[in-house]
């Protein structure tokens, strides 16, 4: 794996600075997690999904900074092949899955200010456990899909990543033979399906803001605004950083970038979701309390 740097005293800045980031993410999305399983008032959809969002930063991040870690502490870049396939298999399970939650929480705020008669039924206890089930099923369907047609490819161009982390697109540079095409023509069709899930975001908000914005008291587009915009400021993290690490120009790669990109898409937002969530809202604060 790409090491975050050379010297020892620099690599035990990384192992400290990697492992205060992932306790603020244990602490933040663990008290989240207690908070809306324990507070009945917080039995509501808007809250089953952060819930369900919350669990999945803990994965995102267990995946990934755990072992950067270890290898900084122990001087060593090594990653064994199942270790490598395990963490393949875990991240393009709960990054999607993520993605795909986002997702289903615009639907219930497009429910919640377009359709408020109609929310209790549009979002039902029954229908949500089918949204989070769909959700948490297609990435693991889709971690089974990229996992398999990864590593049934021959790889035979060294065994260096240029990641901190086993990540797909580094992998494909080690392989030998054409085979990649067909592990190419997955990611395409994934990349479509996240493409939908945006465009279903982006008409959402449409809808939501508009019907805000005929709301005639002051108070209520306040509140409105407030319910949306947590939310949209993590799908914007969430976008705006996997968007420039996957589709940025071939004038900018760079090992170091490559780097920089990760950390900001793979361990910045579990660890700065939680916060987001509960800066502005009021209801979370009191259970915490």
Known sequence: LLAFADTRQLQLL????????????????????????????LHTPMYFFLLNLSLLDLGTISTTVPK??????????AISYWECAAQVFHFTFFLPTEYFVLTVMAYDRYAAICKPLHYGTIMSSRACVKMAAAAWSSGFL??????????????????????????????????CSDTYLRELGVLVVSACLVFGCFV??????????????????????HKAFSMCLPHLAVVSLFVSTGSFAYLKPPSLSSPALHLVMAVLY???????????????????????K
Not at 163 to 169: D, G, K, N, S, V
């Open 142 to 175: 889709n971690a089974l899909l990229h996992t398999a047609n990864t590593f049934s490819i021959r790889l035979c161009q060294g065994n260096v990543l240029e990641q901190f982390f086993c990540e797909i697109p580094q992998i494909l540079k080690l392989s």
């Open 200 to 221: 279903f975001i982006v008409l959402s908000y449409v809808q939501i803001f508009t019907a805000v914005l005929r709301i005639p008291s002051e108070q209520g587009r």
């Open 68 to 77: 950067s870690m270890s290898n900084s502490l122990s001087n060593t870049r």
């Open 266 to 288: 793979a361990v910045v937002p579990p660890a700065v979701n939680p916060v987001i969530y509960s800066m502005r809202n009021k209801e979370l604060k009191d259970a915490l």
């Open 14 to 41: 990384h192992f400290w600075l990697f492992l205060g980031t992932y306790l603020a993410a244990l602490l933040g999305n663990g008290l989240i997690i207690t908070a809306v399983a324990c507070d009945h008032r």
